[in-house]
């Protein structure tokens, strides 16, 4: 459009200087002839133009929109398809790992656990076979021949806890019966007249239960039988100690303890005697 108004400015401006130079007529109706033509020609361009521009513009704005609106719509929902498929392909992998995983952490087959149970039965039934046979030798007076009895039990049972692996429970089991076959064949070793070998193993229970009534009893009577009374009054002040303690609610209360002391105050006092200077 600027260059029609420039053309026709041009045009007007040599119409006017011709007008001004013309002499006669026939020169006016010349010029006249060219400025129509000059205007009808810058129309003709006008028009020429105007199309092109309006069609530079449509396809303009079909880029434009081809390239704000159709091209970004169609790439986000393939991104978040592709997205969605491999965040399902991957949850399907974790279920997948998450099913197989237990069964590569599989318990131990069951016969295992049965078999330790059986072996444990037949330890207990082995054990109680010895041990009435060495109480059997006891009421026969063959005491040294229960206490060789007695050792096969303890040797048994220390070979068990040594080739096996035994929980809680089973190691408390078999504490208990350590406890009291060392205590019957400390019985042995004192009616078999072996007072050093019947020490030994009072001392092996009370380290397993510092409580054991007849172990501390035992013990008491051989250190009184050889001499040794400072050690045997320390056994009656554990003895009577542990008295006191299963009687204490009663001895707060003012009531009468249960049975009689472990040791008569005359025992005590025989003791204190032979200790003083």
């Known amino acids: 459009t600027q260059r029609v108004v420039h053309v026709v400015g041009v045009t007007f401006c040599h119409l006017d200087l011709s007008g001004k130079m013309a002499i006669n007529s ?11 033509a000059a205007i009808a020609t810058a129309a003709a ?8 521009k ?17 091209g970004g719509s169609s790439i986000t929902p ?16 974790t279920a997948d790992n998450t099913s197989k995983a237990p069964t590569s952490s599989a318990a131990p087959p069951a016969t295992s656990s049965s078999t330790k149970d059986d072996d444990e039965k037949q330890l207990n039934r082995r054990i109680e076979e010895i041990d009435r046979a060495g109480k059997a030798l006891f009421k ?3 005491y040294m021949e229960a206490a060789e009895t007695f050792t096969e039990a303890l040797d048994l049972i220390e070979s068990s806890k040594k080739s096996k692996d035994k929980k809680e429970g089973q190691k408390s089991s078999l504490t208990r019966q350590i406890i009291t076959l060392t ?17 030994s193993d009072c001392d092996a229970v009370l380290d397993l239960d510092p409580a054991h009534i ?26 009577q100690l542990k008295y006191m303690n299963d009687n204490r609610d009663k001895l707060r209360l003012g009531l009468p303890p249960t049975g009689p002391p472990p040791v008569p105050q005359s025992k005590i006092e025989e003791l204190v005697t032979f200790i003083q200077p």
């Open 45 to 52: 361009l006008y028009f020429a133009f105007s199309p092109k």
């Open 140 to 142: 026969n007076k063959q």
């Open 78 to 93: 393939v991104k978040s398809n592709v997205q969605s498929s491999g965040s399902s392909t991957s949850t399907a992998t």
């Open 214 to 239: 007849k172990a501390r009893t035992r013990r008491l009577r051989i250190l009184e039988s050889q001499k040794r009374h400072r050690e045997a009054l320390v056994e009656v002040c554990a003895l």
């Open 183 to 199: 205590n019957n064949r400390s019985a042995m070793y004192e009616k078999a007249s072996h007072p050093d070998l019947a020490l």
């Open 54 to 70: 309006s069609s530079d513009d449509a396809s303009s704005s079909k880029g434009s929109g081809s390239k704000d609106g159709g």
């Open 26 to 36: 026939q020169q006016n109706t010349t010029y006249i002839v060219i400025g129509l």
